[in-house]
Protein backbone atom coordinates (compact mmCIF):
# COMPACT_ATOMS: atom_id res chain seq x y z
CA UNK A 1 0.00 0.00 0.00
CA UNK A 2 1.16 3.31 -0.40
CA UNK A 3 3.23 5.38 2.74
CA UNK A 4 0.96 8.15 4.40
CA UNK A 5 2.12 11.06 6.66
CA UNK A 6 6.09 12.45 6.03
CA UNK A 7 7.46 9.05 3.94
CA UNK A 8 5.05 8.85 0.76
CA UNK A 9 6.29 6.94 -2.04
CA UNK A 10 7.72 8.86 -5.30
CA UNK A 11 7.11 6.95 -8.68
CA UNK A 12 10.01 8.52 -10.35
CA UNK A 13 9.75 8.34 -14.62
CA UNK A 14 13.11 9.90 -17.19
CA UNK A 15 11.86 10.22 -20.44
CA UNK A 16 13.93 10.22 -23.13
CA UNK A 17 14.55 10.35 -26.37
CA UNK A 18 15.30 6.45 -26.65
CA UNK A 19 13.57 5.21 -23.59
CA UNK A 20 11.36 6.03 -20.63
CA UNK A 21 11.86 4.41 -17.57
CA UNK A 22 10.74 4.49 -13.88
CA UNK A 23 10.77 3.00 -10.11
CA UNK A 24 8.85 3.20 -7.07
CA UNK A 25 10.71 5.24 -4.24
CA UNK A 26 10.39 5.64 -0.34
CA UNK A 27 11.66 8.46 1.10
CA UNK A 28 15.30 7.30 2.01
CA UNK A 29 15.70 6.26 -2.12
CA UNK A 30 15.28 3.27 -1.56
CA UNK A 31 14.03 1.36 -4.99
CA UNK A 32 10.88 -0.91 -4.39
CA UNK A 33 11.17 -1.96 -7.55
CA UNK A 34 13.38 -2.80 -10.05
CA UNK A 35 13.80 -0.18 -12.70
CA UNK A 36 11.19 -0.82 -15.38
CA UNK A 37 12.18 0.67 -18.94
CA UNK A 38 10.35 0.78 -21.85
CA UNK A 39 11.53 2.24 -25.66
CA UNK A 40 9.91 5.54 -26.49
CA UNK A 41 7.16 5.19 -28.83
CA UNK A 42 7.15 7.26 -31.64
CA UNK A 43 4.95 9.14 -32.97
CA UNK A 44 4.61 10.67 -29.56
CA UNK A 45 1.94 12.90 -29.26
CA UNK A 46 1.19 13.95 -25.51
CA UNK A 47 -2.16 11.67 -24.93
CA UNK A 48 0.64 8.70 -25.77
CA UNK A 49 3.00 9.49 -23.63
CA UNK A 50 0.38 9.58 -20.73
CA UNK A 51 -0.63 6.20 -21.44
CA UNK A 52 2.80 5.02 -21.06
CA UNK A 53 3.73 6.26 -18.13
CA UNK A 54 0.53 5.52 -16.88
CA UNK A 55 0.79 1.60 -18.29
CA UNK A 56 4.55 1.54 -16.50
CA UNK A 57 3.16 2.83 -13.67
CA UNK A 58 0.38 0.17 -13.06
CA UNK A 59 3.53 -2.84 -13.25
CA UNK A 60 5.18 -0.64 -10.32
CA UNK A 61 4.14 -0.56 -6.34
CA UNK A 62 1.50 2.14 -5.51
CA UNK A 63 2.49 5.34 -4.98
CA UNK A 64 1.16 8.86 -3.22
CA UNK A 65 3.20 10.94 -5.65
CA UNK A 66 5.05 11.32 -9.12
CA UNK A 67 7.54 13.10 -10.61
CA UNK A 68 8.11 13.50 -14.12
CA UNK A 69 11.66 14.20 -16.01
CA UNK A 70 11.30 14.94 -19.95
CA UNK A 71 13.16 16.47 -23.01
CA UNK A 72 12.26 20.03 -23.20
CA UNK A 73 11.60 23.41 -21.97
CA UNK A 74 9.04 23.22 -19.42
CA UNK A 75 7.17 26.59 -17.45
CA UNK A 76 5.25 24.96 -14.47
CA UNK A 77 4.22 21.71 -15.88
CA UNK A 78 3.61 23.15 -19.57
CA UNK A 79 5.38 22.28 -22.52
CA UNK A 80 7.03 25.41 -23.92
CA UNK A 81 9.40 23.35 -26.66
CA UNK A 82 10.27 19.64 -26.47
CA UNK A 83 12.85 18.27 -29.38
CA UNK A 84 12.02 14.70 -29.89
CA UNK A 85 8.44 14.27 -29.28
CA UNK A 86 7.42 16.71 -32.23
CA UNK A 87 9.25 14.13 -34.61
CA UNK A 88 7.73 11.50 -36.66
CA UNK A 89 9.93 8.26 -35.88
CA UNK A 90 12.62 9.52 -33.05
CA UNK A 91 15.40 11.52 -32.87
CA UNK A 92 17.07 13.12 -35.99
CA UNK A 93 13.35 12.23 -38.28
CA UNK A 94 11.06 14.72 -39.76
CA UNK A 95 9.11 17.33 -37.17
CA UNK A 96 5.96 16.69 -37.64
CA UNK A 97 3.63 20.35 -37.56
CA UNK A 98 0.64 18.28 -35.60
CA UNK A 99 2.82 17.09 -33.00
CA UNK A 100 4.75 20.46 -32.81
CA UNK A 101 1.11 21.96 -32.56
CA UNK A 102 0.00 19.25 -29.58
CA UNK A 103 2.75 19.64 -27.46
CA UNK A 104 3.17 23.61 -27.69
CA UNK A 105 1.54 24.58 -24.36
CA UNK A 106 0.42 21.37 -23.59
CA UNK A 107 -0.51 20.93 -19.51
CA UNK A 108 1.57 17.45 -19.44
CA UNK A 109 1.55 18.17 -15.39
CA UNK A 110 -2.27 18.21 -15.43
CA UNK A 111 -2.31 15.63 -17.86
CA UNK A 112 -0.45 12.84 -16.01
CA UNK A 113 -1.73 13.97 -12.53
CA UNK A 114 -5.21 12.88 -14.38
CA UNK A 115 -4.35 10.01 -15.53
CA UNK A 116 -2.47 8.67 -12.19
CA UNK A 117 -4.65 10.06 -9.70
CA UNK A 118 -1.82 11.64 -7.40
CA UNK A 119 -0.05 14.71 -6.97
CA UNK A 120 2.46 15.38 -10.29
CA UNK A 121 5.66 17.18 -10.95
CA UNK A 122 7.07 17.59 -14.39
CA UNK A 123 10.02 19.39 -15.13
CA UNK A 124 13.42 19.21 -17.72
CA UNK A 125 15.25 15.80 -17.84
CA UNK A 126 18.17 17.23 -16.85
CA UNK A 127 16.69 19.21 -13.82
CA UNK A 128 15.18 16.32 -12.45
CA UNK A 129 18.60 14.40 -12.96
CA UNK A 130 20.67 17.21 -11.52
CA UNK A 131 18.40 17.40 -8.41
CA UNK A 132 19.93 13.99 -7.69
CA UNK A 133 23.16 15.00 -7.15
CA UNK A 134 23.86 18.79 -6.92
CA UNK A 135 25.05 19.74 -2.69
CA UNK A 136 23.03 23.40 -2.92
CA UNK A 137 25.79 25.07 -2.31
CA UNK A 138 26.32 28.01 -4.92
CA UNK A 139 26.08 27.74 -9.11
CA UNK A 140 26.06 24.03 -9.83
CA UNK A 141 25.74 23.49 -13.96
CA UNK A 142 24.27 19.93 -14.61
CA UNK A 143 25.11 18.42 -18.37
CA UNK A 144 23.56 14.82 -19.41
CA UNK A 145 24.90 13.38 -22.28
CA UNK A 146 22.56 10.93 -23.86
CA UNK A 147 20.17 11.30 -27.34
CA UNK A 148 20.69 14.77 -27.36
CA UNK A 149 22.01 17.05 -24.73
CA UNK A 150 20.54 18.06 -21.49
CA UNK A 151 21.49 21.21 -19.39
CA UNK A 152 20.26 22.22 -15.51
CA UNK A 153 21.64 24.90 -13.66
CA UNK A 154 21.39 24.86 -10.11
CA UNK A 155 21.57 28.02 -7.69
CA UNK A 156 22.39 26.57 -3.71
CA UNK A 157 19.74 23.84 -4.86
CA UNK A 158 16.88 25.54 -6.33
CA UNK A 159 16.75 24.97 -10.42
CA UNK A 160 16.66 28.20 -11.93
CA UNK A 161 14.17 29.10 -14.43
CA UNK A 162 14.98 26.58 -17.36
CA UNK A 163 17.76 27.82 -20.33
CA UNK A 164 18.13 25.59 -23.58
CA UNK A 165 21.56 26.38 -23.72
CA UNK A 166 22.09 22.93 -25.76
CA UNK A 167 19.95 25.25 -28.86
CA UNK A 168 23.01 27.74 -28.89
CA UNK A 169 25.17 27.78 -31.99
CA UNK A 170 27.85 25.56 -32.02
CA UNK A 171 31.63 26.09 -34.16
CA UNK A 172 29.28 28.35 -36.35
CA UNK A 173 27.21 25.66 -37.69
CA UNK A 174 24.54 23.64 -36.29
CA UNK A 175 23.85 23.28 -32.13
CA UNK A 176 25.42 22.29 -29.39
CA UNK A 177 22.92 18.99 -29.33
CA UNK A 178 23.76 18.25 -32.86
CA UNK A 179 27.55 18.51 -31.91
CA UNK A 180 27.45 16.53 -28.41
CA UNK A 181 24.45 14.27 -29.45
CA UNK A 182 24.55 10.50 -30.03
CA UNK A 183 24.45 10.71 -33.28
CA UNK A 184 27.59 12.72 -33.94
CA UNK A 185 29.60 10.61 -31.17
CA UNK A 186 28.88 7.39 -33.25
CA UNK A 187 30.02 9.32 -36.21
CA UNK A 188 33.11 10.74 -34.88
CA UNK A 189 34.47 8.77 -32.38
CA UNK A 190 34.55 8.85 -28.71
CA UNK A 191 37.95 10.79 -28.38
CA UNK A 192 36.89 13.49 -31.03
CA UNK A 193 33.29 13.77 -29.77
CA UNK A 194 34.74 14.08 -25.91
CA UNK A 195 37.04 16.68 -27.08
CA UNK A 196 33.70 18.72 -28.29
CA UNK A 197 32.14 18.14 -25.15
CA UNK A 198 35.28 19.80 -23.23
CA UNK A 199 35.39 22.64 -25.26
CA UNK A 200 31.52 22.84 -24.50
CA UNK A 201 32.14 22.90 -20.67
CA UNK A 202 35.05 25.77 -21.14
CA UNK A 203 32.25 28.13 -23.17
CA UNK A 204 29.34 27.23 -20.79
CA UNK A 205 31.52 27.81 -17.84
CA UNK A 206 32.84 31.50 -19.49
CA UNK A 207 29.19 31.73 -19.47
CA UNK A 208 27.82 30.92 -16.03
CA UNK A 209 31.36 30.80 -14.06
CA UNK A 210 29.86 27.69 -12.22
CA UNK A 211 31.35 26.46 -8.88
CA UNK A 212 30.42 22.79 -9.74
CA UNK A 213 29.56 20.22 -12.87
CA UNK A 214 28.20 17.49 -13.00
CA UNK A 215 28.02 14.96 -16.28
CA UNK A 216 25.54 12.26 -16.21
CA UNK A 217 23.20 10.45 -18.42
CA UNK A 218 24.14 7.20 -20.65
CA UNK A 219 27.14 8.70 -22.42
CA UNK A 220 28.80 9.88 -19.80
CA UNK A 221 30.63 7.22 -19.11
CA UNK A 222 32.18 7.29 -22.59
CA UNK A 223 34.02 10.38 -22.21
CA UNK A 224 37.96 10.20 -23.01
CA UNK A 225 39.06 13.61 -21.27
CA UNK A 226 39.35 15.25 -18.23
CA UNK A 227 36.90 17.94 -17.52
CA UNK A 228 38.88 19.50 -14.50
CA UNK A 229 38.92 19.09 -10.65
CA UNK A 230 35.23 21.33 -10.48
CA UNK A 231 33.39 17.91 -12.23
CA UNK A 232 31.72 14.89 -11.11
CA UNK A 233 30.55 11.94 -13.44
CA UNK A 234 27.40 11.29 -11.87
CA UNK A 235 25.50 7.58 -12.09
CA UNK A 236 22.85 8.08 -14.51
CA UNK A 237 20.73 6.67 -11.85
CA UNK A 238 19.97 9.91 -10.64
CA UNK A 239 17.22 10.67 -13.33
CA UNK A 240 15.23 8.71 -10.98
CA UNK A 241 16.73 9.76 -7.81
CA UNK A 242 16.13 13.37 -8.27
CA UNK A 243 12.00 12.70 -8.20
CA UNK A 244 12.27 12.75 -4.72
CA UNK A 245 14.17 15.54 -3.82
CA UNK A 246 12.44 17.88 -6.23
CA UNK A 247 9.61 17.35 -3.98
CA UNK A 248 11.42 19.47 -0.93
CA UNK A 249 11.84 22.49 -2.97
CA UNK A 250 9.11 24.78 -1.77
CA UNK A 251 9.11 26.38 -5.56
CA UNK A 252 10.06 25.62 -8.77
Not at 7 to 28: E, H, N, W
Not at 163 to 177: D, N, S, V, W
Not at 186 to 208: H, Q
Request: charged share 20%; with cysteine.
Amino acid sequence: MPSAGSDPFTLAVDCGGGGIKASVLDAAGTLHAPAVRVPTPYPLPPERLVATIADIAAGLPPADRATVGMPGMLRHGVVVATPHYVTRSGPRTAIDPDLVAAWSGCDIRAAVEARLGMPTLVLNDAEVHGAGVVTGSGVELVLTLGTGLGTAVFQDGVPMPHLELALMPFHGKGTFQDHLGNATRRRIGNRGWSKRVLEAVEMFDGLLHFDHLYVGGGNAKKLKVDLGHRATIVDNAAGILGGIRLWDIAEI
